[in-house]
Antibody
Framework: QVQLVESGGGVVQPGGSLRLSCAAS????????MHWVRQAPGKGLEWVAFIRYDGSNKYYADSVKGRFTISRDNSKNTLYLQMNSLRAEDTAVYYC????????????????WGQGTMVTVSS | QSALTQPASVSGSPGQSITISCTGT?????????VSWYQQHPGKAPKLMIY???KRPSGVSNRFSGSKSGNTASLTISGLQAEDEADYYC?????????FGGGTKLTVL
């Protein structure tokens, strides 16, 4: 079945780094844009980043621009989020999510979500 | 990238209809027909309910409908059921990214 499974979360000190992974299965991963969305404890959803199906375009929220890098390996059906210079306010559950539409015109809507991985930034 | 504005809470009785509003600006909701809505139960991942303003994904009940007028989008749930009690988030494309609303807690009385 269509599935996304995140991994790589944990506890890290402020200023530290972490790399999240998201393994996709059950659909043609290389045809869809992918997103990362986060949710701080008890708070709402916040979009983090998007990568086009072929990796050619990437977009970021202002809050993470210059610190986070989204990437993908279509040969491994895996999405990544490299997080550097982490801050306390980055503490959240991080979800990877699949865009509804495939190809050149994403819908900027998320129809498949992973279970989420928790990132805690604390000294 | 300012958040879209949603009411913090709404409530309704079983069988009634409710509408959740989502107000943005001419830079997001008003400029693109790329508004989506998500349902989230406690401890669960969000679920897509509406995309591209009014399209329903396969498997989502037709009790859920979406619309947009100007800078405001709306989600209507008809025939309220106990299982509809959840948090609801709107989301809009805003040019090179998306912005979410702050979320609305729906209570089924």
């Amino acid at each position: 079945q269509v599935q996304l499974v995140e991994s790589g979360g944990g506890v890290v000190q402020p200023g530290g780094s972490l790399r999240l992974s998201c393994a996709a299965s059950g659909f043609t991963f290389s045809s869809y844009g992918m997103h990362w969305v986060r949710q701080a404890p008890g708070k709402g959803l916040e979009w983090v980043a998007f990568i086009r199906y072929d990796g050619s375009n990437k977009y970021y929220a202002d809050s993470v621009k210059g610190r986070f890098t989204i990437s993908r390996d279509n040969s491994k059906n895996t999405l990544y989020l490299q997080m550097n210079s982490l801050r306390a306010e980055d503490t959240a559950v991080y979800y990877c999510a699949k865009d509804v539409e495939y190809g050149d015109y994403p819908s900027w809507a998320f129809d498949i979500w992973g279970q989420g991985t928790m990132v805690t930034v604390s000294s | 990238q300012s958040a879209l504005t949603q009411p913090a809470s709404v409530s309704g009785s079983p069988g009634q209809s409710i509408t959740i509003s989502c107000t943005g600006t001419s830079s997001d909701v008003g400029s693109y027909n790329l508004v989506s809505w998500y349902q989230q139960h406690p401890g669960k991942a969000p679920k897509l309910m509406i995309y591209e303003v009014s399209k329903r994904p396969s498997g989502v009940s037709n009790r859920f409908s979406g619309s947009k007028s100007g800078n405001t989008a709306s989600l209507t749930i008809s025939g309220l059921q106990a299982e509809d009690e959840a948090d609801y988030y709107c989301c809009s494309y805003a040019g090179r990214g998306v912005v979410f609303g702050g979320g609305t807690k729906l209570t089924v009385l």
